[in-house]
């Protein structure tokens, strides 16, 4: 699925969306849309999706407190920006690595 925007000054070429619900967030901080109709489309599926990640997170944090996880200001900011779809699971990954190796 690939999403052409509105021209933004008329000569720009469209705004393309992959699909990626990380690449959806960036963009929307980016450029705010004009089409109001279109933001809420895409609004609406960006507060789907961090929901969606919402409970996930949640599952694994409550999984890792029944195995004796104390909170890390570094994994729960990772967690946030994963949630907020400003990060993929890919580099929410590599933060936590990060954050466990200089813990170590």
């Keep these: 699925m690939v999403y ?20 959806m967030g960036r963009l929307l901080e980016q450029k705010p849309h004009r089409n109001e109709t279109l933001l809420a489309q895409i609004g609406g599926k960006l507060m789907e999706e961090c929901e969606r ?12 407190f029944r195995q004796g ?3 890390d200001a570094l994994l729960e900011d990772a967690n946030a920006r994963f949630i907020q779809c400003l990060i993929s699971l890919e580099e929410l990954r590599a933060d936590m690595r990060e954050a466990i190796e200089n813990r170590l």
């Design 53 to 64: 990640r919402r409970r996930a997170v949640e599952e694994a944090r409550a999984s890792n």
């Design 69 to 71: 996880y104390v909170h």
């Design 4 to 23: 052409e925007g509105p021209k933004l000054g008329g000569t720009e070429a469209p705004q393309k969306w992959s699909g990626n619900p990380t690449e």
